[in-house]
């Protein structure tokens, strides 16, 4: 019968949600107060309207076992102006990076490496050279660990969005 | 609309439509302290008379006290309180209720949106601070936007699962101009509480509960928001289930009922906690497995199935994952349940109340009397059985507290005001105000400690202003007692700064104020204080001083499992 502290797998797992909340009263920082309060994570988290509504998606990353991640679902919807949250099963992912890197490094190879991950030389100036990608998550932090070599002056990501199949 | 607008176009200031839609909501009273920052709004409350203003000594006291008006009345409880250190002071009182899930909108003034963000005077972000302690909250740049929020505002506080709203509403929007329609209707996609249980998911569980051996209902605060005690005790009476109850649940079976085995927990009785842990069948209407509630949790209810029954999904298998989650409004459920009760075939559970009873009788809710020294518990049972039903109960937090839960002859719901979830000391005196304030026919009592009645004791000329009279019993052990009790038990009686040697004299506290002061120690000056207190219509002090070294037992320590009781050692007397 219960044995109530083991209820839920305590293995840990990834869960990506898209919270679906109206663009209102300072809806995000209820959503990342309510990651802090209660001692969620949160891996990755992308905002934006949702284009001709009056909502916005909110895409969260968040690790944790099955029991937090139920908690979390069920108190993000509690709140006021959450209309929804998706918890994706089989989801498109992407996330996108800028690396730049001095104008010293060889820029055919680098130029192959980032077409490898579906990406291209942005920019070069006289002292840098910027190249963007954009992939599946797990695919973007090979790219930025290939990347490692060549020095990076700065890596900006963008975090992930999501959207089911 | 009684407002004169003082424009040709029709419009109402900011702070006139705060008045008409409060005057909408059928407020008549609102607990409040003014300041810079919601003069205008004061300005209009000087001009009205639709409702009453009770100036308290201090905010935190005016929101406890429009909380407990809430609680005892079951309407939403209004506070208005300034920008700064005014809506700081009321942050304790929004968050008690909001762990008690108490409905009440709280308007707080804020510096003029021009200025917010440039650390002006009295500025502080106060929807920043309250956003963790309230159900929702609002700051209004926009007075267009006002009706709107103040509207869902209300909306928001009493439906679903209750709770305090915030509203934060800077100067310059409480003068400007706007239309006023409160008949309008906002949309609110966002928000839409389950309020009806899932049918076959009902007689599942019904079917269930029908088939098992050893059921017990498991009562919380949600039954006495829902107000569905009737249909509570119809279905114990109609199935013979035995119940207990949470401390926030206290009153919803009356006190006498053969079917109440009284209050479970860190200090529930003992019957409670056994039927708690040999129960093969959880029942729980409208309570959250607290951890007050559960004791050590992998131990916690070990051959028990589950029917948890609560409005806010996330309440459940937050902590206890149910076999039946049923989401819904307990009074809709509870008529959900009732209509299919007599489908079902219950077994025959008088065996099962028989033991409990056995439990009971075998450490039954005791003390022991000492002829030199007032019993706190006697206390509390002798007013009971003086005032009865006729008193509404206050307490603020500590060992009177659960001395009241345990020995007060409880026999309604909202007639037990507590700060349960957040333990809150100091909100007894302002319950009681505002409990009077809610039911003016009734004797409002607050039960209180040496250490909880000196953290709001200035709001006894409040009580004397507004002729709120009401009795405070300062059961007076010269100790925070229940920490006290903690390091007797847990830290070899090192007594950390919980010795209250020095002391007000209560009396002559309570004569500067208005109100009439008694010094106790037998229990025929007892009586007699009680009987003269409640003559005398006045905010009365009653000091009654105790055994120092009282303990509340039954207790369940930290970590332990419910069935792992401290119980009081049987000896000669005690009763």
Redesign the interface.
């Known amino acids: 019968?219960?044995?109530?502290?083991?209820?839920?797998s305590k293995e840990e797992k990834r869960e990506v949600l898209s919270v679906i909340?109206?663009n209102r009263?300072?809806v995000l920082?209820?959503i990342v107060?309510l990651f802090s309060?209660r001692g969620y994570n949160i891996d990755s988290l992308t905002v934006a309207p949702i284009p001709n509504s009056e909502y916005s998606r909110i895409t969260i990353i968040t690790v944790g076992v099955a029991?937090v991640i139920?908690?979390i679902v069920?108190?993000l919807?509690?709140l006021?102006?959450?209309?929804k949250v998706i918890e994706h099963k089989d989801a498109i992912e992407k996330d996108t990076v800028l690396i730049k890197v001095p104008i010293e490094e060889n820029l055919s190879d680098i130029d192959v490496i980032a077409r490898a991950y579906n990406g291209a030389i942005q920019n070069v100036t006289h002292d840098a050279v910027v190249i963007s990608a954009t992939d599946e998550p797990h695919r973007i932090e090979n790219f930025v660990n290939i990347m490692a070599k060549y020095k990076p002056l700065e890596i900006v990501r963008s975090g992930v969005v999501a959207m089911e199949r | 609309m009684s407002y004169k607008s003082n424009n040709t176009s029709g419009q109402l200031t900011g702070s006139q439509i705060v008045i008409e839609a409060l005057r909408r909501e059928n407020t008549e009273v609102v607990f409040g302290y003014p300041g810079g920052a919601i003069m205008n709004v004061y300005d209009e409350i000087y001009k009205q008379d639709h409702f009453q203003h009770i100036l308290t000594k201090h905010e935190q006291a005016a929101v406890h006290a429009a909380d407990a008006y809430a609680r005892s009345s079951g309407k939403v409880g209004v506070a208005i309180v300034t920008s700064g250190p005014g809506f700081t002071n009321a942050v304790t009182g929004l968050a008690t209720a909001y762990t008690d899930s108490i409905p009440m909108v709280v308007i707080s003034g804020q510096v003029p949106t021009a200025v917010i963000g440039t650390d002006a005077f009295q500025e502080i972000d106060a929807v920043g601070i309250s956003r963790p302690c309230t159900k929702h909250n609002f700051l209004v740049n926009d007075v267009n936007d006002l009706t709107r929020v103040l509207k869902i505002a209300f909306h928001i506080a009493k439906t679903g699962r209750p709770g305090p709203v915030h509203i934060d509403l800077p100067k310059d929007v409480s003068a400007d101009l706007a239309d006023f329609n409160y008949d309008q209707e906002f949309e609110l996609p966002t928000y839409k509480p389950t309020t009806k249980g899932n049918i076959r998911q009902i007689k599942a569980a019904l079917k269930h509960i029908s088939e098992a051996k050893r059921p017990v209902l498991y009562i919380g605060g949600g039954a006495v928001l829902s107000n569905c005690y009737e249909d509570i005790r119809e279905f114990a009476h109609q199935t013979k289930i035995p119940v207990v109850e949470t401390l926030m649940a206290r009153g919803i079976m009356r006190h006498d009922d053969d079917l109440l085995f009284g209050m479970l927990g860190m200090h529930g009785e003992y019957a409670a906690n056994m039927a708690m842990s040999e129960t093969d069948m959880i029942i729980c209407f409208g309570a959250r497995f607290d951890d007050r509630v559960t004791g050590r949790l992998d131990t916690f209810a070990k051959k028990a199935h589950v029917v948890h029954v609560d409005i806010d999904p996330a309440s459940i298998a937050k902590i206890v994952k149910p076999n039946y989650p049923i989401v819904g409004d307990l009074a809709i459920v509870m008529k959900q349940i009732l209509e299919h009760t007599k489908d079902f075939e219950f077994n025959d559970y008088t065996p099962w109340v028989e033991k409990l009873h056995g439990y009971r009788k075998e450490h039954p809710l005791a003390y022991h009397e000492d002829s030199d020294r007032l019993k706190p518990q006697w206390v509390i049972q002798r007013t009971g059985e003086l005032l009865g039903d006729d008193a509404l109960i206050s307490t603020d937090v500590g060992q009177h507290q659960m001395w009241t839960a345990q020995f007060y002859p409880f026999n309604y719901p909202r007639q037990w005001m507590t700060s349960g979830g957040l333990g809150t000391m100091g909100v007894g005196l302002p319950y009681a105000m505002g409990t009077k304030r809610a039911n003016p026919d009734k004797i409002s009592v607050n039960f209180t400690g040496d250490g909880s009645i000196m953290m709001n004791i200035q709001e006894i000329i409040t009580c004397t202003q507004y002729n709120l009279p009401h009795i405070n019993i300062i059961l007076n052990n010269n100790y925070l007692g229940m920490v006290r009790q903690w390091q007797t038990r847990f830290y070899e009686d090192r007594l950390s700064e919980t010795n209250l040697e020095i002391q007000a004299d209560f009396t002559m506290l309570a004569q500067s104020m208005g109100g009439v002061g008694y010094k106790v120690h037998t229990k025929e000056e007892f009586d007699a204080a009680l009987k003269d207190a409640v003559a005398s219509n006045k905010v009365a002090m009653i000091e009654v001083i105790i055994d120092r070294r009282e303990e509340v037992l039954p207790m369940v320590p930290n970590g332990h499992a419910l069935d792992e009781m401290l119980l009081l050692e049987k000896s000669q007397g005690a009763k």
Do not use: C, G
């Not at chain 1, 006021?80 to 209309?83: D, E, K, R, S």
């Open positions: 019968m219960n044995n109530f502290k083991d209820f839920y909340v109206i009263e300072s920082s209820r107060d309060a029991r139920d908690q069920k108190q919807n509690k006021v102006p959450v209309l």
